[in-house]
């Protein structure tokens, strides 16, 4: 199984991006995908969460500014986010908890490898 994120970069204080992770490989179901993101000297931390059944989970910091979606389908988790303050900046790492080849295989836990989001004017 792998997750390739994309749609990191360079953006100014209260621009948007779009971060999309698509996973890929032997996949039976999908538990739950998420974003979590890590700056410099600090901790990986959750930025937002959804479940297969479409509930999501927002940190307290992307509340109101960051919204989680999820093409079940394509196996793809998005990250929209709007008024984005310096802040922001860290790498982003999407996650996936995963059954990969029926109901009763473990749910394992897959990391992509990060895309860069920095806010600066």
């Known amino acids: 199984v792998q997750l390739q994120a994309s749609g990191g970069g360079l953006v100014q204080p209260g621009g948007s991006l779009r971060l999309a992770c698509v996973a890929s490989?032997?996949?039976?179901?999908?538990?739950?995908m998420g974003w979590y993101r890590q700056a410099p000297g600090k901790q990986r931390d959750l930025v937002a969460l959804?479940?297969?059944?479409?509930?999501?989970t927002y940190a307290d910091s992307a509340k109101d500014r960051f919204t989680i979606s999820r093409d079940s389908a394509k196996n793809t988790v998005y990250l929209q986010m709007d008024s984005l303050k310096p802040g922001d900046t860290a790498v982003y790492y999407c996650?996936?908890?995963?059954?990969?080849?029926?109901?009763?295989?473990?749910?394992?836990?897959?990391w992509g490898e990060g895309t860069q989001v920095t806010v600066s004017s």
């Open positions: 996650k996936a908890d995963l059954r990969q080849r029926h109901r009763f295989t473990p749910l394992e836990t897959y």
């Open positions: 490989g032997t996949i039976f179901s999908i538990n739950s």
């Open positions: 959804i479940t297969r059944d479409g509930v999501t």
